[in-house]
């Protein structure tokens, strides 16, 4: 009988467990999606660039199971406020305690079970299509990767029914020590506010402090190494912590004491409810603040890392094609590219070496890169050096003098007289009188420079199978990588995009979990506020009146965090500045992606608590 | 100019469908108060009274009839309108208080003249008058949390004066109280209604508040069923109301 009751009273507050629904299906998703990659160890290993690639996703296990914890308890706990009074009622009727207990551990252990299953789904769903986006833009094989991957779905399945289980009996415990009269009045207990002048100044002066030594160690991580990673964790956590604990109360309190400002139309309503709210919601804007800062600081760390595989590749050529005896299709297809700069180059080849032509390459020096011994990206120079010499050899040679060092760079990078395209054959300068005498064919190399390198990736791949070709056809033997600026790219994008795609993954995930939490939290306590909007609607507000303050009030709820979190990325990403040499290089794009999904989470939100507080018109 | 700040004429409220059951909560109910009068309105539970309250006071829709305030035809008025005629013409004062209890004392008096646009230059003298009536000039700074049941009613009375309405309506405003505080109150509504000449009207079913108006009217089933006036003394009020009530339970 009470079974059936229970029943049918979750039928009628649909929308309060929708919400819960909601809330459970996001979390076990998201877990799941990030073990489909923790867990794939062999993929993760093969493709990353960082060796404690595995131990970094351990940590990240762990804080993503720690943070889901705190999450299911603020569900279950939610759901423990939609049923105590109607549980209260019960027992006033005459049903036994023990009863209600079990009624309460099936009805949360319910809902868990539905969500685990929904959130399966929905997380398969996901991680094969971010999976798909990310190795599709990335032009990332991505071999190895399953979005449905059974190890995974086990730990997930254990993880959630153990946690379940957990807070059922949390949840049937709770109600079972209350008394019939507490659970009766829940909802009529008020809260309380408590500050204090001296305990603020120290939260605020703490928290600065540590964060200041924190960003100090991120900014100067190549000094710290491990040490900084520790030292940055331990002191920017719980400095964040503190910002939401005391700077953001007192603001808000200092707002309020602006009595024009307050006394303005429904804004004293407004900050009042934020004020309140902050106390309460402290520690989840804190933890919302550090998934930010993680998620997003993953996205940006993978997108920074493509944009590096661009800039290390420019860093040995300068010329950004280099194509040896162009064919028909070459010539239409070097046609279409829109060069800066444009060289040809003669030479000619025999069965042992090839000749460049002295005056050729001396009327028009390539440029090389140069790099300097600072610390700092290679800069494109001119060859200057005079060659006076009749022949000139870029190996040790009896009868030809040796090649000045910017030329051999010059030769063997820029024009790719390199191993690669010609074998072992020995590589000579002539002056015309000498290289008029080998009898060969006169053959050609052409050398430019464009605007935009990765523009013309389609070109530049076409023009690499052609040279693949020729350098077969002059080595007699299979080859698989001819050199030049595009071998190179292709090469770094080959190591780096494992990592990239790993960085997108995971930063898309946290930022799903992350304003999830806090939509969640708000959503569970805006029960306490239907009353409030009752009233004022009954004091003459208007409608869109109220709409704008819960607009509003929510809107900087949702602002705090953000701006904690990006600046934590901003400053965070120095980490990075050891290995990647722009890393601020596009943050747009990661930035755009987080806002984006943090406004259609903000939305929802406030689209879902304005149908829990607002009372119907009649 | 209207004598009376209410005028209602052949209410009715029914509820549920034409082809169901239907309940006539309210049922061609005409009556009027004039301006300055202190009105009691009472009744057994399910007599109506709360539903006459929440359509005078723009919360419900009746079904067919008129509702003038202060001249307004209010039930011609659409949503927001309504919102704002409440703002502007009624004050509140309700059984559970209804304080905001995340706003100081001072801001929920002043809350009604900030949704006015009135600037905060002026709402200041105009909080501090009224508190000042009621004597909770002391508490301004506190949350209703801090504060006793009376002072909370106080505060709520205080918050229904504060943008001078054109009435007050008071839905059981001593049923949260005890005696002592109940009768506190009782006295300073009769203050605001003699010195102020403010109109009240208040929804009751304790005899004793009841006599401190000026004038009940009955209701039973929905309709209008018998109007005593207060001619001596406030005890003798007191027995003629007790009277009418052993009256309805014959």
Redesign the interface.
Known sequence: MLLKLSFSSMRKSFKDYLVLLFGLTISIAIFYMFQTLAQNKAFIESNAMISQIVFIFHVGSFILGAITVFYIFYATSFMLTLRQKEMGMYMTLGAKKGKITQLMFFETFFIGIISLVIGIVIGIGLAMGVAELFMWQLNFSGEGFEAFYISSLTTTVIFYIALFVLTSIVNAWQIGRKSVLNLLRADQKQDQIKTNGLKTFFGVFFALILIGVGYYAMMNMAEFKQFGVILATVTIIPGTYLIFISLLPYFIKKLKQNRSLNEKGINSFTLGQLRFRMLNLTKVLGTVAMLIALGLGAMTAGISFYHNIEIQSSMFHANDVVVHQPDNEDKEILEAIDFTEENVYHYKADGKSVYFLKEDLLNNPPGIKKFTDQFELPKTVRVDKALPDEKYSLYESENASGLPEDWQQALSTELNASYQMFGDKDIFIYSTTAYDKIPTDELQVTLGKVDDFTNYLPHLEKLNEGQLQLAESYRGENVEVVGGKYSNYIAFQAIASGTIFMGLFLGIAFLMMMASVLMFKLLSSAGSDVSRYNMLRKIGVRKGLLVKSIYRELFLLFLFPALVGLVHVLVGMQMFSFIIIEPYAKIWIPISIFLLIYGIYYWITVQMYKRIVLPKEI | MNQHVLHVKNLNKVYGKKSENQYHALNNVSFDMARGEFVGIMGSSGAGKTTLLNVI?T???ATSGTIEIAGTNITAMK??Q???????Q?G?I?QDF?L????TVY?NI??????Q?V???K??PSVHKVAGKLGIEAILEK???TISGGQKQRAAAA?ALVHEPAMILADEPTGALDSKNAKSLMETLVHLNENLDTSIMLVTHDPLSASYCQRILFIQDGKLFKEIHRKNSRTAFHQEILDVLAEFAE
Request: aromatic share 10%.
């Open positions: 006071s919360l419900d829709s949503q927001g309504l919102a704002d005629f409440r703002s502007e009624l509140f309700f209804n905001l209890e995340n706003l801001e002043a809350l009604p003249l900030s949704l646009g600037s905060s230059k709402i200041k949350y209703p949390v918050r």
